[in-house]
């Protein structure tokens, strides 16, 4: 695909970036998701409190949204500030969901496109693993890892990416085995290039625009994994925290303290629209039946 444009005259990224600027979803929500990042950095330094401080001169340990005491979105049950409880959390949801995204990418293009562009029995047998791989309990793998190696944030994020490279592989195994006839390849190995070489240089570049598509979409899908776990006790543990054990914690207190669940709640809907429309607008710029 980059060879073709190159070929033409075109470059394939410019005309992406150009299609992008024009998708006024994708760029407000690109906009939304780096304030979200930037108060996730640099919000818990406005505050006085710490992400497990106790403010124990409040009447109620819950306290809801105040300017007193530099609450501004008031107090958990345990009377620690939920300011710096949300941004904190904000930034572990992001960090576990690039990190695990990370490993499923890493894994699952140098499977696929080494399946893809091998083909035969190779291809057979490597597929095969993946597909017996998909007919285990999802859900249960990643349980199971976190019950029996302990639960860690490092742990998190490499269990959720270590089981999440399955559709990655296909993915990418479906475009090598198209680009694995095209002329470029083709003339790669007529050059006597090794396979490891074609692969690094010709297929992976060229199916750089799918992952990048499909890794926008693999963020919420893991900050949506990374809450249900937390929501059940199995995810991010004290003293840290996360978006989903914030709602988790809001549930339970729902009726007497509503800000609990709502301030949390509405910040993990902002990240995971946000996320979808940066996905949709990449592949829209990417797709090239739309050039």
Not at 85 to 103: D, F, H, K, Q, Y
Not at 175 to 189: K, M, S, T, Y
Not at 243 to 256: F, Q, Y
Request: overall charge positive; proline content about 4%.
């Amino acid at each position: 695909m980059t060879e073709a444009f190159a070929a033409t005259g075109g470059s394939l990224w410019n005309d992406a970036w150009r299609r992008l600027r024009g998708n006024r979803a994708a760029l407000v929500a690109c906009a939304l998701l780096v304030l979200l990042v930037v108060a996730a950095l640099i919000g818990p330094t406005f505050s006085p409190w710490s992400v497990d401080k106790v403010d124990w001169s409040l009447g109620t340990l819950a306290s809801p949204p105040s300017l007193a005491g530099a609450h501004w979105f008031g107090t958990d049950a345990n009377g620690r500030d939920l300011f710096v409880r949300v941004w904190v959390g904000t930034r572990i949801s992001l960090l576990v969901a690039l990190l695990a995204t990370a490993v499923s990418l890493v894994i699952g293009v140098a499977w696929g496109a080494t399946a893809g562009y091998v083909g035969g029995r190779r291809d057979g047998w490597m597929m095969r693993f993946v597909d017996v791989l998909y007919a285990l309990p999802y859900m249960f793998f990643v349980i199971l890892l976190t019950v029996v190696f302990g639960r860690s944030l490092f742990l998190i994020f490499l269990a959720i990416g270590a089981v999440g490279w399955l559709t990655m592989a296909r993915i990418v195994r479906g475009q090598a085995l198209a680009l694995r006839h095209r002329e470029f390849v083709e003339a790669a190995i007529a050059l006597g290039q090794p396979t490891r070489t074609v692969i690094a240089r010709h297929v992976v570049p060229n199916v750089l625009g799918t992952v990048i598509v499909y890794a926008t979409l693999t963020v919420p899908q893991v900050i949506l994994f990374e809450s249900f776990l937390s929501f059940l006790g199995l995810g991010v543990q004290e003293p840290l925290t996360s978006l989903g054990r914030l709602v988790a914690e809001g549930a339970l207190e729902m009726e007497s303290a509503p800000w609990l669940l709502l301030v949390p709640s509405t910040v993990l809907a902002v990240v995971l629209v946000c996320l979808n429309f940066l996905g949709d607008g990449l592949r829209d710029a990417l797709d090239p039946r739309q050039r």
